[in-house]
């Protein structure tokens, strides 16, 4: 779809270039050739955000070192922003201006906040928000993260099948089941719960530094 886009793009580049020698004002062209340019950055920018989507597929020997979650979570709605945008869905972070390191493998730890995020998208209406909030280590646990969607509560569907044993790979929510076990492998948790204003929440936990 994307490409299909770009080619329609360039198709309305030269319809506007050959529209140039009529009798249209000046005006109205140079704003068409401006909606033209900003719709070209835009897809480019959208394409770069599928380029770092597919980048995570790769298989890489797993590490284990400090991440700061803060940096992180910046990174994961830079690249969802596009698509939230698109669903007229508002993402809004928390996070201190001070790093909260966590322990894991940083590339994977990336790809499960992002699976949780994309499930929520999925499950957000238009008009709704998502939030994100780091907690850093309290001394007897890890930093927490706590991803927020405005939708009162999580289907029903989710929270039967999150911690499936079987069937997963066929579940309309693999995203989110993916997600979990990744950070279950770094030796954190994923949980469900509702937040102190009643809004549904993914709460992950992340393994602290030594």
């Known amino acids: 779809p994307l490409n299909n886009f770009t080619l329609t793009l360039a198709l309305l580049t030269a319809a506007i270039a050959r529209t140039e020698a009529s009798s249209l004002p000046s005006e109205i062209l140079a704003r068409w050739t401006r909606y033209i340019d ?23 020997e797993p590490t284990l070192e400090a ?3 803060c940096a992180m979570l910046r990174e994961c709605e830079r690249v969802l922003r596009h698509d939230a945008t698109m669903r007229e869905i508002s ?7 001070t790093p909260v390191n966590g322990m894991g493998d940083p590339r994977l730890v990336r790809l ?8 929520l998208l999925d499950l957000t209406l ?20 706590a991803i927020t969607t405005s939708r009162a509560a999580l289907p029903p569907s989710l929270i039967a099948s999150l911690y499936s044993l079987a069937g997963t790979a066929e579940s309309e929510h693999s995203a989110a089941i993916a997600g ?9 948790d994923v949980s469900l719960d509702n937040d102190d ?4 929440v993914f709460r992950i936990r992340i393994p602290a530094p030594a």
Do not use: F, K
């Open 38 to 60: 900003v719709l070209r950055n835009e897809s480019a920018r959208l394409a770069g955000c599928a380029d770092d989507i597919y980048a995570l597929t790769s298989r890489h």
């Open 197 to 200: 204003t009643g809004m549904a």
């Open 67 to 69: 991440i700061d979650l």
């Open 126 to 145: 238009a008009g709704g928000r998502i939030e994100s909030r780091v907690t850093d280590s309290d001394g007897t646990s890890g930093p927490t993260i």
């Open 180 to 188: 979990r076990l990744i950070i279950e492998a770094q030796g954190g």
């Open 91 to 97: 993402l809004t972070l928390e996070v201190p201006e």
């Open 112 to 119: 499960a906040l992002l699976s949780l995020m994309i499930c």
